[in-house]
């Protein structure tokens, strides 16, 4: 046997070349496959196959998540201003505030869903009572519905995604509002 040499030994001039790829072989197979042959390493998959499926699903999870938030919003009801009641159950949903549970005191976000519930059903006056907060937190899951359309629609069609907002600032504003007006509410009491 003969001894390695000290950079390894190297590949026959036969296998320096890449072998030909059967034509029902994905590409991006077909150099892994090619990769572990000759013992390099693996190409990743071009960049901009892979982030269009990721942004088309991105976009089509977000465009789930409103619709479900908004079916629910329409379906579920408020009663007597403190009660989430589902349709035909006519007994009132748990409460979800952990801290309202732990310590009978309201957190930032006490009121939201009941918020966004009055404003599915088209009553903003009993929604701002709620949490004044909701009206923001409508209007972001409202707003996914024809953005995350017209991305979807734009990524089918070859062309580059529409710039939005940063999450981070959406939620920066969601966070203040929510801490404004429990703060004002808190001072109120």
Not at 67 to 94: F, H, M, N, T, Y
Not at 144 to 173: C, D, F, I, S, T
């Amino acid at each position: 046997m003969h001894a390695p040499l000290a950079n390894g030994p190297s590949p026959p001039a036969q296998l320096s070349a890449a072998p030909a790829r059967a034509p029902d072989r994905p590409a991006v197979a077909a150099e892994a496959v090619d990769a572990l042959v000759l013992g390099g390493e693996a190409q990743a998959p071009p960049r901009a196959a892979l982030t269009r499926h990721a942004e088309r699903r991105w976009h089509q999870a977000f465009l789930a998540a409103a619709l479900l938030v908004l079916a629910l919003a329409s379906c579920l009801q408020v009663r007597e201003g403190r009660d989430v009641v589902a349709p035909g159950i006519q007994a009132a949903l748990p409460q979800l505030c952990t801290v309202r549970r732990l310590t009978g005191l309201d957190c930032p976000g006490c009121g939201l869903t009941r918020s966004v519930i009055c404003l599915a059903h088209g009553d903003p006056v009993d929604s701002w009572r709620m949490n004044p907060a909701g009206l923001l937190v409508f209007l972001v899951v409202v707003g996914q519905l024809p953005y995350r359309a017209a991305q979807l629609w734009r990524l089918r069609q070859g062309k580059p995604p529409l710039p939005g907002p940063h999450a981070a600032w959406v939620l920066g504003v969601l966070a203040a509002a929510l801490l404004a007006q429990w703060s004002v509410r808190t001072w109120e009491q």
